[in-house]
Structure formats: C-alpha cells, structure tokens
C-alpha cells in the first residue's frame, strides 16, 4: 500500500514536498515513481528512482527543479518540488514497479497510491 501525502495550495516559486509511504512489502529491486494528472489531461510521468541503486530519471519539464529521494529506515520516498510553476498544479501520485526499471511508462507500474492534490496560484 502506497500513502501520499504533502500536498497543498501555494503560490508559485515556492517548494513543497511530497512523500509515499509504503506499507506492507520492503522496496529493494523496486523503482519508485512520481505521476501527475492535470484537470482534462493524460497522466505524465515526472520522476523514478531505483530503491537499491539509487539512479534517478526525470521528465525534462521538472529537470533542476525536482528531486526524488528515498528514506530506507522509513521506507518512504519523497519529491522535493522547488520553484513550483501554475502547470506543476496536479494531482500527483506515487507508483512502484518491480522490475527494476527506470520507466516513464505508467502501465508498468504495479502500485499505485490514491495521490495528492498540488495546486499552484500565479
């Protein structure tokens, strides 16, 4: 089971973190994603991280702005969102794969937490 939380309403420039909290099952050999969903657009992958090996991967818009990191103790996994802009507003979810790969693909995500509302006033 994956737990978003820390999302909000702010202004843009600021930062907000997210965290997923998984529960039930260790996370080695899992890569651990960030999606979001915009009101009236398709799912896009914003961030992956590889449990074990640490390798992260990006979508170019988030590139210097975001950073996924992970809690081993609490087997948790964040997304650090610095100088948020109006189109980061989402809905962001947290997803894990097992199998070890660094996709942007969604549909090979196996687990999916029920997200978190981001919103960012201009």
């Known amino acids: 089971q994956l737990v978003e939380s820390g999302g909000g309403l702010v202004q843009a420039g600021v930062s907000l973190r997210l965290s997923c909290a998984a529960h039930?099952?260790?996370?080695?050999?899992?890569?651990m994603g960030w999606f979001r969903q915009a009101p009236g657009k398709e799912r896009e992958f914003v961030a992956a991280l590889h449990w074990s090996g640490g390798s992260t991967n990006y979508t170019n818009s988030v590139k210097g702005r975001f950073t996924i990191s992970g809690d081993k103790a609490k087997n948790t996994v964040y997304l650090q969102m610095n100088n948020l802009k109006s189109e980061d507003t989402a809905v962001y979810y947290c997803a894990a794969n097992n199998w070890g790969v660094l996709s942007p693909e969604g549909r090979i995500y196996r687990y999916w937490g029920q997200g978190t509302q981001v919103t960012v006033s201009s």
């Open positions: 039930g099952r260790p996370l080695t050999g899992y890569v």
